[in-house]
């Protein structure tokens, strides 16, 4: 089998509900309606989106955490969804499907790579598509089948992301620190202060994701 990760922006209601944001969507889907898990401090932009979009009949709160079950599955109500072109090719959609940073990230399987390369021709004729990660799947671990790094991280926003990367590529978390915040934020172009709440960020949701594994 190979397994692939797309993320895909092409102006979704959920994709557009966390563009600019901390807030991440992870959707479970179960035909008659969907399981959300709302991860962000942007959770009212998201609630009111799916409000509109198939409703919402329970809502779960603590934090910014939000659990909630909708009225309508929201394949009802999209012309073109990610699991039209996956089963047109033989594929297999992984849940959850995850939204962030105004995007849609896909996790899928097929059994060969074939497949997935079509499907990726198919998805860019009409949203914007990229390949976060690709690799061909041998083996399976008992207790936790097809359990991938992708699976466990968090889903980090781009300037979370390549705040972070920077840091430990230029040695901020080497014992002693190789760099400072001044420093990194000179290399990406932003404020201190803005480096080290993106630094911040990214480890909150690095070291929530891994907690239940240690």
């Known amino acids: ?65 939000q659990v909630l079950i909708t009225a309508d599955c929201l394949t009802a109500h999209m012309e073109n969804n990610v699991e039209t072109y996956l089963a047109s090719h033989g594929c297999l959609l992984v849940p959850p499907l995850k939204y962030v940073d105004g995007a849609k990230h896909v996790r899928a399987l097929a059994l060969d790579a074939d497949s997935l390369s079509a499907v990726y021709h198919d998805l860019t004729e009409e949203c914007t598509v990229s390949v976060e990660s690709k690799r061909e799947i041998r083996s399976v671990t008992p207790d936790a089948p097809l359990l991938t790094v992708d699976a466990v991280l968090p889903e980090l926003s781009s300037r979370q992301r390549e705040a972070f990367l920077t840091a430990h590529e230029r040695g901020y978390y080497e014992l002693p620190r190789e760099t400072t915040t001044e420093e990194i934020a000179a290399v990406i172009g ?25």
């Open 1 to 65: 089998m190979y397994e692939a990760v797309f993320r895909i922006v092409g102006g979704g209601a959920y994709e557009v509900a966390t563009d600019g944001t901390d807030t991440s969507i992870e959707v479970w889907c179960n035909d008659h309606c969907d399981l959300l898990h709302v991860s962000g401090s942007g959770g009212d932009r998201v609630l009111d989106e799916v409000e509109q979009t198939v409703g919402i009949r329970e809502r779960l709160s603590q934090g910014n955490e």
């Open 190 to 214: 932003v404020k201190r202060r803005t480096v080290e709440d993106h630094l911040r960020r990214a480890e909150k949701k690095i070291a929530d994701s891994l907690v239940e594994y240690l």
